[in-house]
């Protein structure tokens, strides 16, 4: 079945370190994104995609870092500068289809990041 | 910039009622989608509605929307205990400008068995 693979499920974060969140997707779609999200809240922009070797910075982008090597992969990591890193972390895809975005995105089951 | 809001914040009913979602959002969009959240769980795609559609329907889930208002509701006919979810509106930003979305912050949906 073709799918969103977020891993690991939960990670713990000790002081001063990166850690690194894995997203992987076998849609063959174009566009991928990062979202955070916080106790209660909805979803917030961190990175996004829409063709290799190529990415944005979204609305929360600071303390963060993404490669895109590969279309079917899109990791984030979280590094030392990013203070309050305790929050759930989605990872979605769609087809690209230029500027207009007309397209569902589908999700992964997100990873839980929590400071030791 | 917050785009979409869901109105109610929480909203708790009994097993075959009706569950209304509302969404408003500040800028002109192509198109509004609505998402369903298991706890724990990514986001489901359930509904896109396109700016010149007023309303679309898809089993139980009933989607109005209203440009004139830069609104829409979603309606969740004879509710099951399996509905509980978080329901989130998004809209495409900036009217289409760049290929993101921007989502609310959600309505917290209980059914009650």
């Known amino acids: 079945d073709g799918g969103i693979t977020q891993s690991p499920k939960y990670l713990f974060r000790k002081e001063g370190q990166n850690v690194t969140l894995s997203c992987e997707q076998n849609l063959n779609h174009d566009a991928m994104y990062w979202y955070r999200q916080d106790p209660g809240q909805g979803l917030r922009l961190i990175y996004y995609?829409?063709?290799?070797?190529?990415?944005q910075k979204g609305d929360i982008a600071e303390g963060y870092s993404v490669s895109r090597e590969k279309k079917e992969s899109f990791p984030l990591t979280v590094t030392s500068a990013q203070k309050n890193p305790t929050a759930f972390y989605l990872c979605?895809?769609?087809?690209?289809?230029?500027?207009?975005?007309?397209?569902?995105?589908?999700f992964g089951d997100g990873t839980r990041l929590s400071i030791l | 910039s917050q785009q979409g809001e869901e109105d109610p914040q929480a909203l708790s009913i009994q097993e075959g009622e009706n569950a209304t979602m509302n969404c408003s959002y500040k800028?002109?969009?192509?198109?509004l989608q609505w998402y369903r959240q298991n706890s724990g769980r990514g986001l489901v795609h359930l509904i896109l509605?396109?700016?010149?559609?007023r309303e679309k329907h898809s089993g139980r889930l009933r989607v109005t929307l209203d440009t004139s208002k830069k609104s829409s509701s979603l309606l969740i006919t004879a509710s099951r205990a399996a509905d509980t979810a978080s329901y989130f509106c998004?809209?495409?930003?900036?009217?289409?400008?760049?290929?993101?979305?921007?989502f609310g912050t959600g309505t917290l949906l209980a059914v009650q068995p």
């Open positions: 979605a895809s769609n087809p690209y289809r230029g500027r207009v975005m007309d397209q569902p995105q589908h």
């Open positions: 998004a809209t495409d930003a900036d009217g289409g400008a760049t290929n993101k979305l921007i």
């Open positions: 800028t002109s969009i192509n198109n």
């Open positions: 509605i396109r700016s010149n559609e």
């Open positions: 995609s829409q063709i290799v070797n190529d990415f």
